[in-house]
């Protein structure tokens, strides 16, 4: 019989498992482990770190979870990895065009996700800007217009 999964995705501290997080993740089950910017040194190393938390929890369906939108949000960041723009720059390019740059933009980023192991981005796809939206937020969202992200 299968452990219980704890409905929680959590986070490590560095490069690599620590004692204490090997044990807590493998008596504890979690959904899922997010990514962040001090979890990553280069390639091989977060595809090893990835392969271990997967090993350690015991299931290959853990979710490995980042947030790497393009622009100034990324936790993947040259010259190991590739740039993306910012979804607004992507967004601004005329329709069709903007539309069919913003599948290209999320296919592109899918695929070195993939490569990772990485099987969730916390991209936002749908936000719009209003006159209101804050600018630490802008350059996140693809337009103003719903009909980009529709």
């Known amino acids: 019989m299968s452990k219980e999964i704890m409905p929680a995705i959590l986070s490590c501290l560095g490069?690599?498992?620590?004692?204490?997080?090997?044990?807590f993740f493998s008596r504890?089950?979690?959904l899922g482990i997010n990514i962040f910017g001090r979890n990553i040194k280069n390639k091989d190393q977060l595809k090893k770190l990835i392969?271990?938390?997967k090993?350690?929890?015991?299931r290959e369906d853990?979710?490995?979870?980042?947030?790497?939108?393009?622009?100034?949000v990324r936790r993947l960041r040259e010259p190991e990895f590739e740039s993306y723009a910012a979804a607004i720059d992507v967004g601004s390019l005329p329709l069709p065009?903007?539309?069919e740059a913003a599948k290209l933009h999320a296919k592109l980023i899918a695929e070195d996700l993939r490569e990772l192991g990485i099987n969730i981005d916390y991209a936002p796809?749908?936000?719009l800007v209003y006159e209101d939206t804050t600018s630490a937020l802008k350059s996140r969202c693809?337009?103003?217009?719903?009909?980009?992200?529709?």
Request: hydrophobic residues 35%.
């Open 125 to 127: 796809v749908l936000d």
């Open 142 to 150: 693809f337009s103003s217009d719903e009909k980009i992200v529709a």
């Open 62 to 72: 853990v979710l490995i979870a980042i947030d790497q939108e393009g622009g100034r």
């Open 55 to 58: 090993e350690v929890i015991g």
């Open 51 to 53: 392969k271990e938390i």
């Open 97 to 99: 065009e903007a539309k």
């Open 28 to 30: 504890n089950n979690p």
């Open 15 to 23: 490069y690599e498992l620590t004692d204490e997080e090997k044990y």
